[in-house]
């Protein structure tokens, strides 16, 4: 079973010895006022590997909601393995959101039923304590297949939780915003002040 991504960094190509598992990681919802730090580990089969590349697989940031949730579901479909990790908003309030987002991402790469040889950390911070062996990557979700697989499921997977819970939290536009900053949060932060989900370690006015 052979399954490296797509497209390297120089500093891996240039490598004598290439990893055959190879998982990309990648973390969404650092930047968000309320809900958790979600991860996502991608394996991906090498033979089909152009094909997702065809089909628009990239950086989540760059493709339309729609187009996000038909690549996920296309992503999950044909991985090799796929998993997402979490950190609840008590966690990034109590040792703070880059830590939160490191810790899922770790508890993502656990949960992988397949252990890859090597992990692709999009950014420049290496998780703690990881066993596996690691690189980080800045700008991986542009750089690397897996990594980009990643950040499409884990930004549908917090995208569609956030959605639920605006059932039960409709004052802040949620179902919108999914959580991060707008006019329409912070007006409903005026009125109605925080929420249990709301993290109280991000200075923002209320």
Known sequence: MKTTPLFFPSSLSTSSYLPSIIAGVDEVGRGAWFGPVVAAACILPDDLLEELKTLGVRDSKQLSPATRSRLAIKIQAVAIDCQIGVASVREIDRIN??????????????????????????????????????????????????????????????????????????????????????????????????????????????
């Open 97 to 206: 959101i880059l830590q939160a987002s490191l810790l899922a991402m770790k508890r993502a790469i656990l949960k992988l039923k397949v252990t890859p040889e090597l992990c692709l950390i999009d950014g420049d911070q290496r998780i703690p304590n990881l066993t596996i062996p690691q690189q980080t990557i800045i700008k991986g979700d542009r750089l690397s297949l897996a990594i980009a697989a990643a950040s499409i499921v884990a930004k549908v997977w917090r995208d569609d939780l956030i959605v639920r819970m605006a059932v039960k939290y409709p004052d802040y536009d949620l179902k919108n915003n999914k959580g991060y900053g707008t006019a329409k949060h912070r007006l409903g932060l005026a009125r109605c002040g925080r929420s249990p989900f709301h993290r109280t370690s991000f200075k923002f006015k209320s």
